[in-house]
């Protein structure tokens, strides 16, 4: 597999050239609290190449201390960014980094004890195709 990714502000791009090893969607405690959402969703692979395209100098690593948790985010507009793990021999490239669609399915839901409680059953939760209008404090 060869992708192509980008940042947000588009300072950082980058190629992967291999094939993944799993694509998981992490409701860990660290993930949900650096993501700012539900989940990560993250690709990982054990042998591929990361080639920064451009921007590499302005690619940031957080390492949280006492864990294995760590994120690297262009220090422009904290993107997240592919990550190497040495320690574990794995690159993780964030799966909304990714310039194409993949058409691969995550392999699983994982720390699923560590889950948000408000994201349980949300087939429920209406489905819109853009912001919806919501009610401020004035209009009541």
Known sequence: ME???SCLCGTINFEIEGDFG???????????????SAHAANLFFASAKLEWLSGAEQ?????LAGTRHSKSFCNQCGSAVPREDPEIGLLAVPAGSLDRPID???NAHIFMASKAEWDRELE????????????SADSE
Request: glycine share 8%; with cysteine.
């Open 3 to 5: 992708q192509k990714g």
């Open 22 to 36: 799993g694509f998981f969607l992490c409701h860990c405690s660290y993930c949900r609290k650096d993501t700012g």
């Open 59 to 63: 690619v940031k690593t957080f390492k």
């Open 104 to 106: 691969v399915r995550p």
């Open 124 to 135: 429920t939760v209406p489905k819109v195709d853009k912001l919806p209008q919501v009610a």
